[in-house]
């Protein structure tokens, strides 16, 4: 007990020594021959002494509620980490289940943008198919618009007075000096 609060009040010559103080401690706290406490203290003790003691007394008492107050703490502490522990399991496991999901959603999302991709590249595609058909509509809209003016006129022709296209009818040579068609098989 080398740690015990010093009187200031005593000089260094006047200290009692540790060994001495726990002897008249353990007198102090227990009945001897039959006598009170207030009857020991004043045969063994000096005042002095009665002052240290009591001073130990109350540091012990506090130091004891300390102890008390600490180990209170600690029980609400072990019960709280407890309750928090059962606590952050279930949130673990939903946390592992939220991973879980995000990578299956991830995986889905690559995907789905991969389609889309390959999607918007055909979509590019018949566009551009789209535009050159147009183009060759436009093309064939003017064509077939000579073409039926070409037939407007021929018709125009047939429906002339006379026969053929404007030509005079000649009849066959005299010496009957003409050529045949070749005929073909077809």
Do not use: W
Not at 90 to 117: A, F, H, M, N, W
Request: glycine fraction near 2%.
């Amino acid at each position: 007990m080398t740690s015990a609060p010093k009187d200031k009040s005593l000089a260094p010559e006047e200290e009692v020594p540790a060994k001495n103080l726990a002897l008249m401690t353990r007198i102090l706290s227990a009945p001897v021959h039959g006598l009170t406490k207030e009857e020991v203290l004043s045969v063994f003790s000096t005042p002095e002494c009665r002052e240290r003691v009591e001073a130990y007394r109350i540091h012990n008492a506090e130091l004891i509620e300390d102890h008390n107050d600490i180990k209170r703490k600690k029980f609400t502490l072990a019960k709280n980490e407890r309750l928090f522990k059962e606590k952050i399991k279930p949130q673990r496991k939903d946390i592992s289940k939220l991973k879980d999901d995000l990578s299956v959603k991830t995986g889905q999302y690559l995907e789905v943008k991969e389609k889309v991709c390959i999607l918007t590249k055909e979509l590019e595609d018949i566009r551009e198919k789209i535009n050159f058909n147009e183009i060759n509509i436009k093309k064939y809209e003017s064509s077939s618009k000579l073409v039926n003016d070409l037939c407007d006129l021929l018709l125009a022709y047939k429906r002339k007075k006379g026969c053929g296209l404007g030509f005079n009818q000649v009849p066959p040579p005299y010496n009957d000096n003409y050529t045949y068609l070749p005929v073909t098989e077809e």
